[in-house]
């Protein structure tokens, strides 16, 4: 697949759609999970103008910054901890409307509104997590966690 990516719709879950089959393609023909964990991210914040598109790895009971693309960002974070320590813990996708509203919210940046964080899990067990901000408030809803629910599902199998 050429590294251009043809998103034509204007509506939040068209343009999921849209890229869903694209995104497979792209990361098929790859086996590196970092490479393909890199090209995901990129492909979700190109896009959509997300804030930023990440990836926290589960390693030695903590995560640790991934693949990413955006800002700098925090390098561990502690299960329990923040918006992605939480949703490891529960294993659940946390939409967040208000990030400075978020109790124990890790402020990488000020810059970031609104959160979205997705596990990423095989046999009941989280094996990373996928992060969105959005410098938008409340820019997250009930589309965006079925679409990327379904979009961790294609990287999972590289990070087994």
Request: hydrophobic share 45%; net charge negative; glycine share 6%.
């Amino acid at each position: 697949m050429a590294e251009t990516l043809h998103i034509s719709s204007d509506q939040k879950g068209a343009r999921y759609e849209e890229l869903f089959p694209q995104l497979q393609a792209l990361i098929a023909a790859e086996t590196d999970a970092v490479a393909n964990m890199a090209n995901f991210a990129a492909a979700l914040r190109q896009s959509f103008g997300f804030f930023w598109v990440g990836f926290y790895l589960v390693k030695d009971n903590e995560l640790v910054l991934g693949p990413f693309q955006g800002d700098i960002a925090c390098t561990r974070i502690a299960m329990g901890k923040g918006v992605c320590g939480t949703s490891w813990q529960r294993k659940q996708t946390i939409i967040v409307p208000d990030v400075d509203a978020f109790p124990g919210h890790i402020a990488c940046s000020s810059l970031s509104r609104s959160e979205i964080v997705v596990p990423i899990m095989s046999d009941g067990e989280v094996l990373a997590v996928l992060d969105v901000d959005s410098h938008l408030l409340n820019d997250f809803e009930e589309t965006d966690r079925i679409w990327l629910e379904r979009y961790v599902a294609i990287i999972c199998p590289f990070l087994k």
